[in-house]
């Protein structure tokens, strides 16, 4: 159990997790370069001794894997799990009040302490710009704090126990922020500060808010928690951390002590300046929007104070191995909230949110003839209707009935679902709706839509396992790959816009139908390179789902309306890059090559690789 970030890096050291690096290293670009290939080596965290620009160490890949992350909390693991069932499931208190008295009084022992008198965090009042400015990608709008932990209270009902620890990230310079002065905060409105901005603007007064960086990686872990109804982010990072969360006010600002950095400040109604572009987790930037605008009071460093960050991008990344922890921690709680739902995984190599594959009860079969989804329409607005869930725009949806389905095996799962689905009946469109605020593939900011592939029943088709002869020297078309059974990918001309593309695929379409009957390719991806996608699945994840727009870029073989419901024989989704998508991360090559000197012979991290 750790006090602060400190003991967490001396013990990591001692046990083989991490690795210190003695060079100077660069903030800008050579910090997450070096950061994205220890991640991807599987490799140790990271102390950066040398920071160019800052008198501050800096921290990153804490969390890079799911052994070192189960390291870090291996006293408090177990106990946490246990308070956190017991939330999910009030029954087992009650049907066994006495074996679960324990749950209950760690839960009560964590609950934040408050302190008096000055504290190490508020040691030293420094500026924004002495901290370590680290940008991840090239086309970032300037540097971020990437694992922070932003703290407000309701306005309306102040004090600890009314408050929101969420990880929303911080624009610490560039763009029109005023250095030293101003960051920028990028959440939506329907997040828990936004909830309590909104108050506060209804009231007339700013937004008090402090963000803290580091600390206990405990309190880093709860400001992404996704915890049960009633249950306190700080005392749930008590609770990890086998310690209770420390707090003192500060000129009227929440500081928690523990921390290594803390800013506080005010965010003002209708105040908003450009955040962005960053380099996002669906492997794109995200582009420059109006965010609010956090106007600093002060900032505070404690004595040695350590900066840690992660490095956002195409999964998997650090993030990823973030999801995992929390999925193992929490336990299935949408099985929980969801009647009928036995599994839903929200595929990291797609990006998290543009993807769902799901299994749930098909009880409605008794009374029918033929075997077809129903019970799992029903399941899928539910699940298209539920939290971050809510943000997807294709669900594959399935019932087991002889075989034991797994959705994190993507490739079996999509296998069983395209040897099953009926594409004349079971293509379910929800059209002018929400999307993730990262995702460019829609019509705006939010805006996109939504599609259920449903199958059950008997398989209906042997699917091909090499390119059929049909797709094979098709005018304009050309490089057709195999990508998995049933799936294959097309290489065509570049998108030019969407009433071209109509007629490429009614082309397109007419050509194949001309080539005869092709059953055993459900889906045919159109792309830019088909080599790349077809190379690997997690390629065909991210393209395809990434670079799609549901009711703009599924196109089919045959296809036709019936009483408003689009049937085709196959499947085209158009996953070329189009001129409104956010442009991909590319790391820079100069950069790239500078950083070697880290891995040769002599240097902090020779061998790592």
Known sequence: MYSNLEECVIDLEKNGHLVRIREEVDPYLEMAAIHLKVYEAKGP??????????????????????????????????????????????????????????????????????QSGGQPVTTHEISISDLPFIQSWPMDGGAFVTLPQVYSEDPEKPGIMNSNLGMY????????????????????????IGIHQDKANKMGTPLKVSCFIGGPPAHTLSAVMPLPEGMSELTFAGM???RRFQYSYMDGFCVSNDADFVITGEIHAGETKPEGPFGDHLGYYSLTHPFPVLKVHKVYAKPN??????????????????????????????????????????????????????????????????????????????????????????????????????????????????????????????????????DYSGTGLNSGSKVIFAAYGEQKRELCTEVPDALK?????????????????????????????????????????????????????????SE??????????????????????????????ENKHWACDNVIIDARMKPHHAPPLVPDPTVEKNIERLFAKGGSLAGIL
């Open 169 to 192: 990230r911080v624009q610490l310079n560039g763009n029109d922020y005023e250095l030293n002065k101003e960051i920028g905060l990028h959440y939506q409105i329907h997040r828990g």
């Open 532 to 561: 790349f996608l077809a190379a690997n699945i997690n390629n065909f994840l991210w393209a395809t789902f990434t670079r799609s727009n549901p009711s703009h870029d599924i196109h089919g073989v045959n296809s036709y309306y």
């Open 305 to 438: 104070a350590i900066f840690p960050f992660t490095v956002v991008g195409r999964p998997p990344q650090e993030d990823t191995s973030f999801g995992a922890l929390i999925h193992e921690l929490t336990g299935d709680a949408i099985v929980k909230e969801i009647p009928g739902v036995k599994e839903v995984h929200a595929v990291d190599a797609a990006g998290v949110h543009p993807l769902l594959f799901a299994i749930g009860s098909e009880r409605y079969t008794p009374y029918q003839r033929v075997k077809q989804p129903t019970e799992l329409l029903t399941i899928s607005n539910r699940i298209l209707g539920t939290g971050q869930l809510s943000l997807a725009k294709y669900l594959f949806i399935t019932a087991e009935e002889n075989k034991k389905l797994d959705t994190h095996r993507e490739e079996e799962f999509l296998t069983y679902i395209l040897e099953r689905i009926d594409l004349r009946r079971d293509i379910h469109f929800q059209t002018n709706t929400t999307i993730d605020t990262l």
């Open 45 to 114: 965290a990271l102390l950066f001794e040398n920071v160019k620009g800052s008198k501050f160490r800096a921290v990153s890949n804490l969390f890079g894997t799911i052994e070192r992350s189960k390291f870090i909390f291996r006293d408090t693991w177990k106990a946490v799990e246990n308070v956190i069932a017991l939330r999910n499931d009030p029954m087992k208190a009650l049907k066994n009040p006495f074996k679960h008295v324990g749950n209950g009084l760690a839960a009560w022992k964590a609950l934040p302490a408050q």
């Open 240 to 242: 990890l951390a086998g």
């Open 473 to 529: 020297e098709l005018r304009d078309y050309s490089g057709a790959r195999l990508v998995m059974p049933g799936i294959v990918a097309l290489q065509g001309p570049k998108f030019v816009d969407y009433a071209q593309t109509g007629r490429e695929m009614q082309a397109l379409s007419d050509a194949i139908r001309d080539r005869g009957d092709l059953p055993s390719c459900p889906f045919i991806i159109l792309c830019d390179d």
